[in-house]
């Protein structure tokens, strides 16, 4: 009678290391949130209150998820209009840097949603908002001659207001103002009367 073979216990463990393999691919316990970001986790769609870091994360299968929010400095260019103190229009292109306080990320999440939300849902209105009110406060021309000053104060009524949000302004800039073609060419003349009138001096 011919002798059993011998039983080779380590095909029990591959085949336990394959189904392991298996279940991890398709149930997915693990997460991994990428630099610069940092997780939401959700239980039944209900947000913790505790933001999940950088790296890889463990989540229980078909119960979790875990939305991943940047907090890293992003660009943000908004263009409003409003009128100056002399009623005359003015355009204005703002351009801000800003981010999301690591901190607050659970709390933007279930104020505002995915992050694609946060521009027109808070900084256009925000930047619209505190044009309209700083630029009533000067004359067109003033807008031209003090515009650091009028950066400033709109910086913080910015601040103000996105704080409250979760959003820090990193940097922040006016990069144009438009105004009327009347008021430009009035502008103009006076530069060149002006001129004219240093010339003859």
Do not use: C, W
Not at 62 to 75: D, G
Not at 154 to 160: D, K, Q
Not at 176 to 192: G, L, R
């Amino acid at each position: 009678m011919l002798s059993r073979l011998p039983e080779m216990p380590f095909l029990r463990y591959i085949v336990i290391l394959l189904v392991a393999i298996v279940v991890f691919a398709i149930f997915k316990p693990f997460t991994i949130v990428p630099s610069g970001h940092r997780g939401v986790k959700l239980t039944f769609s209900k947000a913790d209150p505790v933001p999940v870091g950088e790296g890889l994360n463990f989540i229980i299968p078909l119960t979790q998820t875990i939305y991943k929010m940047p907090v890293m400095i992003e660009r943000s260019e908004t263009e409003s209009e409003a009128a100056s103190k002399d009623l005359q229009r003015v355009a204005t292109t703002v351009v801000l840097n800003y981010h999301i306080d690591p901190q607050q990320v659970v709390n933007v999440y279930q104020n505002l949603g995915p992050f694609e939300n946060v521009e027109p849902r808070i900084i256009d209105p925000a930047v619209q908002e505190a044009m309209k009110a700083i630029t009533a406060l000067y004359t067109a021309e003033q807008l031209v001659t003090k515009r650091p000053e009028v950066a400033d104060r709109m910086r913080l009524a910015l601040n103000e207001r996105m704080k409250r949000h979760g959003l820090v302004i990193d940097e922040f800039s006016i990069t144009n103002f438009h105004f009327s073609e009347t008021f430009d060419t009035a502008i103009e003349q006076k530069t060149v009367a002006e001129h004219q009138k240093l010339k003859a001096e």
